[in-house]
T-cell receptor
Framework: DAKTTQPPSMDCAEGRAANLPCNHS???????VYWYRQIHSQGPQYIIH???NNETNEMASLIITEDRKSSTLILPHATLRDTAVYYC????????????FGKGTLLTVNP | ETGVTQTPRHLVMGMTNKKSLKCEQH?????MYWYKQSAKKPLELMFV???????ENNSVPSRFSPECPNSSHLFLHLHTLQPEDSALYLC?????????????FGPGTRLTVT
């Protein structure tokens, strides 16, 4: 599976959009981009995934560049409860058993 | 509430003890997983079960012994652990049909080996 690179930490003001970047320059054509987050002392939580089109659900939006070498997770109106470590994971559809978590980005939402 | 429960939430055990961690999922999933999260380290996949069959053992020491009696329950039997085995142990489940198979995690068991 392709390796991902994320900034170790980011800050965001409450109510503003949080934009979390992820680089996956070695992604292959059949690999999806997944995002999970882990709030302190809890298990990880699935957020969203995509292949090449932009995706949106009730939690977030995922913007994938045309060359698929990077993506951005957008939390449109961050709240204090969105403070968590966010993981960007690249994985082949059909072999999701092997989610490989990196260090992720610690997003701190400030009041 | 993710539909995946784990007990106990906290466990302290000595190196000579034998204990078991339990995971139960109420989502009708067919795949279950054990992960280990040590302090300041990424989550590490330990075991995968799909339709009660073990499909992945990520070079885990034999002092960790998984058991999956049915698709809803997963156990991790622990014996003669070492202090470095202290970690958060997370259970997850998924549909098990492979494609686009997001995982649902339990809250974890915080294990301390003394």
């Amino acid at each position: 599976d392709a390796k991902t690179t994320q900034p170790p930490s980011m800050d965001c003001a409450e109510g503003r959009a949080a934009n979390l970047p992820c680089n996956h320059s070695t992604i292959s054509g059949n690999e999806y981009v997944y995002w999970y987050r882990q709030i302190h002392s809890q298990g990880p939580q699935y957020i969203i995934h995509g292949l090449k089109n932009n995706e949106t659900n009730e939690m977030a939006s995922l913007i994938i560049t045309e060359d698929r070498k990077s993506s951005t997770l957008i939390l449109p109106h961050a709240t204090l409860r969105d403070t968590a470590v966010y993981y960007c994971i690249v994985n082949r559809g059909g072999s999701n058993y092997k989610l490989t978590f990196g260090k992720g980005t610690l997003l701190t939402v400030n009041p | 509430e993710t539909g995946v429960t784990q007990t106990p939430r906290h466990l302290v055990m000595g190196m000579t003890n034998k204990k078991s961690l339990k995971c139960e999922q109420h989502l009708g999933h067919n795949a279950m997983y054990w992960y280990k999260q040590s302090a300041k380290k990424p989550l590490e996949l330990m075991f995968v079960y799909n339709f009660k069959e073990q499909t992945e053992n990520n070079s885990v020491p034999s002092r960790f012994s998984p058991e999956c009696p049915n698709s809803s329950h997963l156990f991790l039997h622990l014996h003669t652990l070492q202090p470095e085995d202290s970690a958060l142990y997370l259970c997850a489940s998924s549909q098990g049909n492979g494609d686009l198979d997001e995982q649902y995690f339990g809250p974890g068991t915080r294990l301390t080996v003394t």
